[in-house]
């Protein structure tokens, strides 16, 4: 390896060198606060997470998704202290991850957070909200809108539900994984 104007030179002659890698598809929403550290990811070259993939998102925490988290997350000494994104983002920024992230809203934790895990279309009322705090996480710099529609609550949406929240999301120039 020649020495040019750097401070410092890394021989890297026969080997592959890559800045990091983004793992597209991640489920880290709670594992970030409870091990920032994140070494299985960055073990595995992942300097950056997408998160809030199938549905499940670590906001909106409200209503019974909310008390269904508490009770899932609390065997693992982490205290469900928040409701909207922006609280969300600013508990995992708190944290400080060794991994960049980068979130979407998932609809099941939307839908969770409104209508509850029942098997129903949401009233009009319902649909509302869940418009309201989808546009409200995209605004707190959340990336898009998830869904896994094999899973409840997600399971129980009608293409109605989905259309009209997904149109929220081209709308606003964000993304929609399912």
């Given at each position: 390896c020649?020495v040019n104007?750097?401070?410092?030179?890394i021989?890297?002659?026969?080997?592959v060198?890559?800045?990091?890698?983004?793992?597209?598809?991640?489920?880290?929403?709670?594992?970030?606060?409870?091990n920032?550290g994140?070494?299985?990811?960055?073990c595995?070259g992942?300097?950056?997470?997408?998160?809030?993939?199938?549905?499940?998102?670590?906001?909106?925490?409200?209503?019974?998704?909310?008390?269904?988290?508490?009770?899932?997350?609390m065997d693992l000494?982490?205290s469900?202290?928040?409701?909207?994104?922006?609280?969300?983002?600013l508990?995992?920024?708190?944290?400080?991850?060794?991994v960049?992230?980068?979130?979407?809203?998932?609809?099941?934790?939307?839908?969770?957070?409104?209508v509850?895990?029942?098997?129903?279309?949401?009233?009009?009322?319902?649909?509302?909200?869940?418009?309201?705090?989808?546009?409200?996480?995209?605004?707190?710099?959340?990336?898009g809108?998830?869904?896994?529609?094999i899973?409840?609550?997600?399971?129980?949406?009608?293409?109605e539900e989905?259309?009209?929240l997904?149109?929220?999301?081209?709308?606003?120039?964000s993304?929609?994984?399912?």
């Amino acid at each position: 390896c020649s020495v040019n104007q750097a401070r410092k030179v890394i021989c890297a002659e026969g080997k592959v060198v890559a800045p990091g890698f983004i793992d597209i598809h991640a489920h880290s929403d709670f594992n970030l606060l409870i091990n920032p550290g994140a070494e299985s990811k960055l073990c595995q070259g992942i300097t950056t997470e997408l998160l809030g993939q199938c549905g499940v998102s670590g906001a909106p925490m409200e209503g019974e998704v909310r008390e269904r988290k508490r009770k899932e997350l609390m065997d693992l000494g982490l205290s469900v202290n928040w409701s909207t994104m922006s609280e969300y983002l600013l508990r995992l920024e708190e944290a400080q991850p060794t991994v960049n992230i980068a979130t979407l809203v998932g609809h099941g934790t939307l839908r969770g957070a409104v209508v509850g895990y029942d098997n129903r279309r949401p009233s009009k009322n319902e649909l509302n909200r869940m418009k309201a705090r989808l546009l409200q996480s995209l605004k707190m710099g959340a990336f898009g809108l998830s869904t896994g529609l094999i899973y409840p609550p997600g399971v129980y949406s009608s293409t109605e539900e989905l259309m009209a929240l997904t149109k929220l999301v081209a709308e606003s120039g964000s993304i929609y994984a399912t």
